[in-house]
């Protein structure tokens, strides 16, 4: 590739030179030429890189050459324009027909690029460790000592990350880093990840732990996935109820219930009804004073104004509280009447009470 970059370089300089000199015609002139230049310089060294003489040179068709050298000149003008997942690609291609160096070395190249550190720097091993002898060319040596080098680099940059897990048999737990599983083995040493965000999951029978983690290029981080059996609440023992005249303890506190239910609906209800009764009174000596005055059902005086709106709310209050009464006094019944004598009459006391424009109930149950 070093022949390529020169031969741009100084064909950049000759139109720099000429271009004052020339049309603006002359100029395009040059840029063509310019162009083919490079990619005839370009398509010489990997001409050149595919060209081996080692013991493990396979012996290929023409053909297959001749396609693993355009896909490889494809590749390193979309390297060269900032394109490195197409370039990759075709690196690939060109590695599925050739096997060299060269090759894997773009290949490690594009995919430190695009960011898959992890990818590159099997693809670094993998290019260093090719085998050479002494007949191997120039491009593959160099393949392979930049290989080397780049591999100490990017290694650095890779992020680690140690997954520990604690549970009562960690080797059965199911781990599991962005849904990929990672086995008990592979937990063993420090995994190498690429920079970015993950999601470790761990699962052992109902009881399951999830955690988010950010790795930094070349940082080190210690997970701890813990996983054990949820502690048993205990539980103070509660007393049991004493059991009276034989009966058992869930029905007397069911019948208790009912029967204190039974003596707060009859209590809502006479206290409606009486409630409706002294407002149904206070309604009857207003309607007096209005049919006094003059006032009929359909016409009343400006000065009647505020007794009549009066009549009108005490008039609903009064059939309100009749109806909450008759509801009260039925559903007490109700109650009472599916009640044990006995348990109605235990412990119940009530108490009616009235005053002037009032009415209410008191008791204990």
Not at 34 to 60: G, M, N, V, Y
Not at 134 to 153: C, D, I
Request: glycine share 6%; hydrophobic share 40%.
């Amino acid at each position: 590739m070093d022949s390529s970059r020169k031969t741009t370089v100084a064909l950049h300089r000759k139109s720099e030179q000429t271009g004052a000199r020339h049309s603006p015609r002359a100029v395009l002139k040059w840029h063509s030429t310019l162009l083919r230049a490079a990619c005839f310089a370009a398509k010489l060294a990997i001409i050149t890189q595919l060209t081996s003489t080692t013991a493990d040179a396979q012996e290929l068709e023409p053909e297959a050459r001749q396609h693993a050298i355009e896909f490889a000149t494809f590749g390193d003008a979309l390297y060269r324009a900032g394109d490195y997942a197409a370039a990759l690609e075709q690196f690939t291609h060109a590695s599925e027909r050739v096997t060299a160096p060269t090759l894997m070395l773009r290949q490690a190249e594009c995919l430190e690029k695009l960011g898959r550190l992890v990818e590159s720097v099997a693809m670094y091993r993998k290019a260093a460790a090719y085998p050479l002898d002494e007949n191997a060319t120039e491009p593959f040596r160099v393949a392979v000592e930049s290989a080397k080098a780049q591999l100490s680099v990017t290694q650095t940059h890779l992020a680690h990350l140690d997954l520990i897990v604690q549970a009562p048999e960690p080797d059965r737990v199911l781990v599991t880093l962005n849904e990929f599983p990672v086995s008990a083995p592979q937990r063993q040493e420090a995994l190498e990840l690429d920079p970015g965000q993950y999601r470790v999951k761990a699962v052992a029978g109902d009881s399951a732990v999830s955690e988010a983690v950010t790795l930094e290029q070349g940082s080190r981080r210690q997970l701890i996935l813990r996983l054990f059996p949820a502690p048993v609440a205990t539980q103070a023992p509660t007393p049991k109820p004493r059991v009276t005249n034989g009966s058992a303890p869930s029905k007397r506190v069911n019948t208790s219930l009912q029967s204190t239910l039974g003596w707060v609906s009859v209590g809502v209800g006479t206290a409606s009804v009486l409630a409706g009764v002294a407002t149904g009174i206070e309604v009857f000596h207003l309607k007096h004073d209005l049919d006094k005055q003059g006032c009929s059902e359909t016409r009343c005086g400006p000065s009647l104004r505020d007794d009549v709106l009066k009549y009108n709310s005490l008039r609903t209050v009064s059939s309100l509280a009749f109806a909450v009464g008759g509801v009260g006094l039925a559903v007490g019944g109700a109650l009472f009447y599916f009640t044990p004598h006995a348990e109605r009459s235990a412990n119940a006391r009530v108490a009616v009470l009235v005053g002037a424009g009032s009415a209410g109930i008191a008791g204990s149950f």
